[in-house]
């Protein structure tokens, strides 16, 4: 199976896009944002953070998005994300992206 990372490495037909690991966005403003979470326990202190609406610093990447926030996670972390937006009225569209493995 594809290692998440892979996909954040540059590619010469992308080189006009702009990109940054969450601790280089700090500070930063962008049109568009797209955070790619990972599974681990890491992971479980963000969604438990935006569940109890607690501060956690990688929270506040998504504050970095002037108009579009995609977020990428891991299928069994969709049904906990969905439910914090439904219940925070955020207007949200759920995509499934599936990466099959090579």
């Given at each position: 199976m594809p290692k998440w990372s892979q996909f954040l490495r540059p590619r010469a037909d992308l080189a006009t896009i702009a990109w940054a690991m969450i601790h280089e966005a700090k500070?930063?403003?962008?049109?568009?944002?797209?955070?790619?979470?990972?599974?681990?326990?890491?992971?479980?202190?963000?969604?438990?953070?935006?569940?109890?609406?607690?501060?956690?610093?990688?929270?506040?990447?998504?504050?970095?998005?002037?108009?579009?926030?995609?977020?990428?996670?891991?299928?069994?972390?969709?049904?906990?994300?969905?439910?914090i937006l439904q219940t925070n009225r955020v207007p949200f569209e759920l995509h499934d992206l599936s990466i099959e493995p090579a």
């Open positions: 500070g930063s403003e962008y049109g568009a944002v797209c955070v790619v979470v990972p599974p681990g326990e890491y992971t479980e202190q963000l969604i438990a953070a935006w569940e109890n609406r607690t501060e956690f610093e990688p929270k506040r990447v998504m504050t970095r998005a002037e108009k579009i926030l995609a977020i990428a996670v891991p299928a069994q972390l969709v049904a906990r994300l969905s439910g």
